[in-house]
């Protein structure tokens, strides 16, 4: 039996470490499949944020809500995203009151414990499937005129 150099047991040793390396990412990671599936939802949650600024700025102007998308989507200096990035399938916006909206989107993974990554005054957590988030623009008091 011949004895092994220590250049050929550093060899075994950085090999066995770079594959114990490679199997601890692959358990510690996400798989990509679900990777992908994160970055889709929170775009989906950037276009909403978004939608949700612009029917903001129009209420600030006009003290009403639009009457759907479309309507927003013409206003002078406002480009929303009206469709899901992924399956085209336009977002859903309904006016509940006078002064209430509702916008939904279908998720494809719960981000119940990413709430930390959509931090805004508005809670942006959602479950898979669809779900709608009830809205409201902000109402200035008096002295913020």
């Known amino acids: 039996m011949?004895?092994?150099?220590?250049v050929t047991y550093l060899a075994i040793i950085s090999t066995v470490v770079v594959v114990l390396a490679v199997v601890a990412a692959i358990i510690i990671m996400d798989p990509p499949g679900?990777?992908?599936?994160?970055?889709?939802?929170?775009?989906?949650?950037d276009n909403l944020k978004n939608i949700s600024?612009?029917?903001?700025?129009?209420?600030?102007?006009?003290?009403?809500?639009?009457p759907n998308l479309a309507a927003l989507?013409?206003?002078?200096?406002?480009?929303?995203?009206?469709?899901?990035?992924?399956?085209?399938?336009?977002?859903?916006?309904?006016v509940t009151s006078k002064d209430s909206?509702?916008?939904?989107?279908v998720f494809s993974v719960d981000s119940s414990d990413e709430a930390?990554?959509?931090?805004s005054s508005r809670k942006w957590s959602h479950g898979p499937g669809r779900?709608?988030?009830?809205?409201k623009p902000p109402i200035k008091s008096a002295e913020q005129s």
């Open 2 to 6: 011949k004895k092994l150099s220590g």
């Open 34 to 45: 679900l990777q992908r599936k994160r970055r889709i939802d929170t775009h989906r949650v």
């Open 53 to 66: 600024s612009s029917i903001d700025s129009y209420w600030e102007r006009k003290k009403s809500l639009p």
């Open 73 to 94: 989507d013409m206003e002078p200096g406002l480009k929303i995203p009206l469709k899901d990035p992924e399956t085209g399938i336009p977002y859903v916006y309904e």
């Open 101 to 105: 909206y509702r916008l939904c989107a």
């Open 116 to 119: 930390q990554e959509y931090r």
């Open 131 to 135: 779900h709608c988030f009830d809205l």
